[in-house]
C-alpha cells in the first residue's frame, strides 16, 4: 500500500484529532495540559496541520449550502477580529483567527461525505475519551486511586493554566488522577429539578463544556444510522451528558424537543406561535423567578453575576486594549462584546441568527431528511444554544454541526454519495 493510499485513509482520524483539541482549546482539562511548555504554539501547529490536511482533500463539486452567508459571515468576523488584534495585540485574537481559519478550510473543503466521515471519526474521539475518564472517577470514588496526590494544586501546573485558574476560583476541590480525567469532588448538591448529586465534567473543565462539545455529537450519531458502533458511542455520549447535567443544555433540549413536536403536530405555523410564545414570556417573567422554579441554587448565580458582571458598563466600539488580566467580571458571551466590543458582538449575533435559520429549515425538510429532520434539529439547536455560556466568538461547534446536518441532507439527495461507508 503506498504512503499516499494510507494518508488518504488516516486523513480524516488526523483532521478528526485536531477539530477535537483544538476546537475545545482550553477547555479540554485532559489534553491542554500535555501541549507542552508553550500550548500556544501547539496550537498554532496544530491549526497549521489541520488546514494543510483539508487542502489535501480533491477539490469536490458539490455545492456548500449557505454559501453566500456563509462566505460573508466568515469575512465579517475576520475584518472584526484583525480590527481588534491592531487595536488590542491581544494573543487570543490571534487564537480565534486561526480556528476561524481551520473551521473554514472545513466547511468549504469537505462536505458531503467527506464531512460526515470526519465527524464520524470525531464522535468516535470524543467516545473513546470519555470512556477512560469515566472508569477513573468511578475508581476515584470508590477508593482505588491515591486521589489526595492527584490534587490539581499538587501537580505543578503553572498559575495561568486554565486548571489552576479554576481551582483557585471553583468551591470544589479539583483533581486530575492519573491525568485522565478531572473531577470535582465536594459534597452533593443542588444541581437543578431537585436533584442533587456532584456533576462531572469527565474531560473537560467545566459539565457546561462537557454540553457544548458533546450535545451536538449525540444527536447527529441519533441521525447518522449507519455510524460504525453507534450504539456504544450513544451510550457513552449520553451517559456524560446525564452525569455532566448542563441546565441550560437540559432547557434547550426541551426547547428543541417542543419545536419539533410542533412541527409533527402543526407544521411551521405552530412552531412560530410555540417560539413567539416562549420570547414572550422571556421577555415578561422575571428571569430570577423562573430560574428558581429549576432550582434555588441557579437563582442564586442569575442574581449573583446580574448584580457584580461589569463588563456592559464599559462598552467599546471595537473592544479593549487592556490585559485580559485586567478584564472586568463577566459571563459566557458578554466576554465577548468586552474583547471585541459592540462591533464583534452584533457580528457573532448575526452570524448565530442566521444559523438558527438555517436549523429550521432542516426541521422543515420532511421530503428529504424524514426522521432524521429531528435529531439533526436538535443537535444544531442545542449547541446554539450553549453558545450563551461560551466566552469566543467563533462558533466552532454549532458550525460542524450544522454543516454536518446540511452533508447528511446531501447525502439524502444524492444516492450515488452513499458510496462513502469504509
Known amino acids: 500500500m503506498s504512503a499516499a493510499v494510507k494518508f488518504r485513509r488516516w486523513r480524516d482520524w488526523i483532521v478528526a484529532a485536531v477539530l477535537y483539541i483544538v476546537v475545545s482549546y482550553p477547555y479540554q482539562a485532559v489534553v491542554f495540559p500535555w501541549l507542552g511548555v508553550f500550548p500556544q504554539a501547539a496550537y ?26 456563509t462566505v460573508l459571515g466568515v469575512w465579517l468576523l475576520t475584518c472584526s477580529m484583525l480590527t481588534t488584534l491592531v487595536l488590542d495585540h491581544n494573543p487570543t485574537v490571534i487564537r480565534d483567527l486561526l480556528l476561524l481559519g ?24 470524543s467516545t473513546i475519551a470519555l470512556v477512560p475518564a469515566m472508569l477513573v472517577v468511578a475508581m476515584f470514588y470508590t477508593g482505588l486511586i491515591d486521589w489526595p496526590t492527584w490534587q490539581v494544586e499538587r501537580l505543578g501546573l503553572s498559575s495561568n493554566n486554565p486548571l489552576s485558574i479554576r481551582a483557585g476560583l471553583g468551591n470544589y476541590d479539583y483533581y486530575l488522577p492519573l491525568w485522565i480525567a478531572l473531577v470535582p469532588h465536594v459534597g452533593v448538591t443542588d444541581q437543578g429539578f431537585g ?11 467545566e459539565p ?19 455510524l460504525p458502533a453507534r450504539g456504544i458511542c450513544l451510550s457513552i455520549l449520553g451517559l456524560a451528558l446525564a452525569l455532566s447535567f448542563s441546565v441550560a443544555g437540559v432547557l434547550a ?43 434555588s441554587n441557579k437563582a442564586d448565580q442569575f442574581v449573583y453575576y446580574s448584580t457584580n458582571v461589569s463588563v456592559l458598563n464599559d462598552l467599546t466600539i471595537f473592544g479593549h486594549t487592556g490585559s485580559p488580566d ?29 444559523m438558527g435559520f438555517a436549523c429550521f429549515r432542516l426541521l422543515r425538510d420532511a421530503s428529504v431528511l424524514g426522521w432524521r429532520r429531528y435529531p439533526v434539529f436538535i443537535g444544531c439547536f442545542v449547541s446554539l444554544a450553549m453558545l450563551t455560556k461560551y466566552p469566543g466568538i467563533v462558533p466552532a461547534m454549532p458550525a460542524i454541526c450544522l454543516g454536518t446536518a446540511l452533508s447528511l441532507r446531501l447525502m439524502r439527495i444524492d444516492p450515488l454519495s452513499r458510496s462513502f461507508v469504509r
Open 44 to 69: 498554532g501547529v496544530l491549526c497549521m496541520l489541520g488546514i494543510l490536511i483539508m487542502f489535501s482533500h480533491r477539490r469536490t463539486q458539490v455545492p456548500l449550502e449557505h454559501r453566500r452567508p
Open 102 to 125: 481551520l473551521l473554514a478550510t472545513l466547511l468549504f473543503r469537505a462536505r458531503g461525505s467527506e464531512m460526515v466521515q470526519i465527524v464520524r471519526a470525531l464522535i468516535h474521539i
Open 195 to 205: 436533584l442533587q448529586f456532584v456533576r462531572q465534567p469527565f474531560v473537560y473543565i
Open 208 to 226: 457546561t463544556d462537557t454540553w457544548l462539545y458533546t450535545a451536538g455529537l449525540f444527536w447527529l450519531a441519533v441521525a447518522d444510522s449507519k
Open 253 to 295: 433540549t426541551v426547547a428543541a424537543i417542543m419545536f419539533c413536536i410542533a412541527m409533527a403536530a402543526g407544521g411551521g405555523t405552530l412552531v412560530i406561535l410555540v417560539l413567539g410564545a416562549v420570547a414572550t414570556l422571556l421577555a415578561i417573567l422575571p428571569i430570577d423567578q423562573m430560574l428558581a422554579l429549576v432550582g
Open 326 to 354: 485586567e478584564q472586568p467580571l463577566s459571563y459566557g458571551f458578554l466576554i465577548v462584546l468586552n474583547r471585541y466590543g459592540l462591533i464583534g458582538g452584533a457580528i457573532i449575533l448575526g452570524v448565530i441568527v442566521a
